[in-house]
């Protein structure tokens, strides 16, 4: 008899929702000390300089503004672990969109301001329930707001990757929602029972078809930090680099995610 398939994951949405104002947040504070020639140094991002990043950091918040303005989906046909695979196909755009964004606000911080202001509104206005046409399909206002999770984490890395020093600091359920969101993803793109995926704190999540282990210590185990995982995940970092820096350890004959790297990017 096939295993049962597993209940997909919940997220608490006073949670979900408290930890995404507190990344904004840490990505505001630190975006006002951000200096002219701060916000012309370029990113990892192809052609994005800083300042392109901060007006993208402000359209994870006003996406949320653009869904709630279309007419609500008939039911919700979505599904979170879809939403990874379905952006990146939206990458060209987005990147477009942000870099015109910055030249229409030069003042970073009344920019971010105004999106934080717009969507406390909507959140005010709309239940966790209300459907929204994302690019995952329609999903429910609270499982949206896990994305952001995702947006705020991954951005706020490259916003630290790009100016030394800023270190702006990570909301630790942003963090988990994010890394557990990631994982789940790659369990659905590669299910099986064969490799053990491990990201301490935050999740364990087995995928890749092959033998399934039921107890004792799987043959084929890999496991890195939270931060090394959304890396991978999203295309900063490339399996062979993480492998060579010894950010991420695997065994086993199952345990090379290369193929199945970057879910987003």
């Known amino acids: 008899m096939p295993p049962a398939a597993k209940r997909p994951r919940r997220y608490d949405p006073a949670r979900t929702r408290t930890a995404v104002h ?53 039911k919700a046909d979505g599904s979170l672990l879809a939403w990874p695979g379905a952006i990146a196909a939206e990458a060209p755009d987005i990147a477009g969109f942000a870099r015109r964004l910055a030249e229409e606000h030069p003042d970073p911080d009344a920019y971010l301001a105004a999106a934080e ?22 999903l429910t206002l609270d499982d949206y707001l896990v994305t952001r999770t995702v947006e705020l984490v991954v951005h706020t890395d490259d916003l630290n990757a790009a100016v030394p020093g800023l270190d702006v600091p990570l909301d630790r359920q942003a963090l988990a929602s994010c890394t557990r969101l990631l994982a789940d993803a790659l369990a659905a793109k590669a299910p099986g029972g064969a ?66 790297l970057p879910l987003l990017a």
């Open 195 to 260: 490799t053990e995926v491990r990201i301490p704190p935050y999740a364990v999540v087995q995928c890749v078809e092959g033998p399934r282990h039921t107890r004792g210590t799987p043959p084929n185990v890999v496991e890195t930090d939270p931060l090394t995982w959304i890396r991978l995940a999203t295309g900063r970092l490339t399996w062979p680099e993480a492998v060579a820096q010894a950010k991420v350890s695997a065994s086993g004959e199952r345990a090379d995610l290369s193929a199945l």
């Open 117 to 138: 202001e717009r969507f406390t509104a909507d959140l005010a206005a709309h239940p966790g329930t209300r459907l929204l046409a994302t690019s995952g399909g329609a």
């Open 22 to 74: 507190a990344q904004f947040g840490h990505v505001r504070d630190a975006v006002r000390t951000l200096t002219p020639e701060q916000l012309a140094l370029p990113t990892r991002l192809g052609d994005w300089a800083v300042r392109d990043l901060v007006a993208h950091l402000g359209m994870v918040l006003r996406a949320l503004s653009r869904l709630v303005e279309l007419p609500e989906p008939a």
